[in-house]
């Protein structure tokens, strides 16, 4: 099993930044894509950004320009530099990630998820 633990959601005024982790422990054997999605109220959840483990990024249009995501495969954590942040991008975000986990002779990839961390950005 997989667990994603995220931290750093917060309140922050429109213009301001914020910074989200997202750190995978567990038992698995390697990780592949480790992402960022969002909901908001009312609406289907979303891609924020992607990263590869060979460093492919996707962004969702949204958030480019403004966003950056990184990770530390050594720590198996993934990072959501978030800037210029506006109203719209108040959302609950969710850390996302493809992980190979499972009896060692046959190991699955499946998609993880964490429980979420909020970020609200005021007018």
């Known amino acids: 099993q997989v667990q994603l633990v995220e931290s750093g959601g917060g309140l922050v005024q429109a213009g301001g930044s914020l910074r989200l982790s997202c750190a995978a422990s567990?038992?698995?054997?390697?990780?592949?894509?480790m992402g960022w999605y969002r909901q908001a109220p009312g609406k289907q959840r979303e891609l924020v950004a992607s990263?590869?483990?060979?460093?492919?990024?996707d962004y969702g249009d949204s958030v480019k320009g403004r966003f950056t995501i990184s990770r530390d495969n050594a720590k198996n954590t993934v990072y959501l530099q978030m800037s210029t942040l506006k109203p719209e991008d108040t959302a609950v975000y969710y850390c996302?990630?493809?992980?190979?986990?499972?009896?060692?002779?046959?190991?699955?990839?499946?998609?993880?998820w964490g429980q979420g961390t909020q970020v609200t950005v005021s007018s």
């Open positions: 996302n990630a493809e992980a190979l986990a499972g009896p060692i002779q046959t190991p699955l990839w499946n998609i993880y």
């Open positions: 567990g038992s698995f054997f390697r990780i592949n894509t």
């Open positions: 990263l590869t483990e060979d460093g492919r990024t």
